[in-house]
């Protein structure tokens, strides 16, 4: 009888075949699923990583111009007689404005390469003007010569009118929160900085020390995706201030009384950002918030408060 030829037994069934291609298709699935959640954790990480960086370098400028300033809005306050072992004296009272009606080089001039663009915006008495709020940080600090010591405006440097005794010499840096592009992110603010320098100081016989025109410093933007906090009344609540002589230690939204900034030595900064990032609006909300005080207050200094 002749044999049947045997059959292969090395290939595997269409059932077979079947079944292993439903399995690896789970399989594979099920990995997928696992990666895209894995790239979305470590997305939203990522972007509270950058908005923490943003936040930190925005509040570590804030702080360092806060901790060398000789004083919160403009020094050039009100002229104040008094008295001093029978001799009569002006005592200069700092104000929430910048600037003020006493500054000896903003009374009527504008920096050497105009007023900001954003001047007009919250305006207060007319272009130019400034005050200290929520979202208006105004802090001057001094201007050192080639010594490394701060220098002074001398007395009635810039003619009649001005302040009659010598002065500090300050750089005003002025921090403002402004609308960002809504129509793009809307609900959305950023923070702005801008530097009104001083007067000019010489060094005889050498380039000067200090170039107002090199010095200013127009409009640029120091965090973007600002959305809170928010006071009661839905605005925002970016910058507080701190009196020395509120027991208390309540932060204020403004100045009530100008003549008493003297007393305001502490500012209190509290940010919250939105990461957004190529026109993309992300879910992930950071806060950061941080007190600073001023290391040297000169009208605390000199009303001997």
């Not at 100081?201 to 025109?213: E, L, R, S």
Request: aromatic fraction near 6%.
């Amino acid at each position: 009888m002749a044999s049947r030829p045997m059959r292969s037994s090395s290939g595997g069934s269409l059932v077979e075949m079947l079944v292993c291609t439903v399995l690896i298709s789970k399989v594979a699935a099920a990995s997928m699923t696992t990666l895209v959640a894995q790239n979305k954790v470590a997305q939203k990480f990522g972007n509270k990583m950058d908005a923490l960086n943003a936040e930190r370098i925005a509040v570590e400028r804030i702080g360092r111009d806060v901790r060398q300033a000789r004083s919160l809005g403009d020094v050039f306050g009100a002229q104040v007689p008094f008295t001093v072992n029978g001799e009569a004296m002006l005592l200069v009272e700092g104000t929430d404005q910048f600037p003020s009606n006493n500054n000896p080089i903003y009374l009527d001039s504008a920096p050497p390469n105009g007023w900001p663009s954003w001047s007009t915006d919250g305006d207060v008495t007319g272009p130019g003007r400034w005050k200290l709020s929520n979202t208006t940080l105004i802090v001057q600090v001094p201007i050192f010569d080639s010594n490394g010591f701060p220098t002074r405006i001398p007395q009635n440097a810039y003619g009649a009118g001005r302040p009659q005794s010598s002065q500090a010499n300050v750089e005003t840096h002025i921090y403002r929160v402004v609308a960002s592009d809504q129509s793009q992110f809307p609900g959305e603010s950023q923070m702005e900085y801008v530097i009104i320098p001083g007067m000019a100081v010489d060094n005889p016989g050498a380039a000067p020390d200090y170039v107002p025109a090199s010095a200013q410093r127009n409009p640029q933007v120091l965090v973007k995706g600002i959305v809170g906090p928010l006071n009661s009344s839905g605005s925002l609540a970016i910058f507080q201030y701190l009196d020395r002589t509120d027991s208390t230690g309540a932060a204020r939204n403004m100045i009530a009384t100008p003549a008493t900034v003297a007393n305001y030595t502490g500012v209190l900064v509290n940010l919250e950002l939105r990461k957004h990032e190529q026109g993309q609006i992300h879910d992930a909300v950071v806060g950061f918030k941080t007190e600073v005080f001023l290391r040297n207050n000169a009208l605390a200094t000199e009303t001997a408060n």
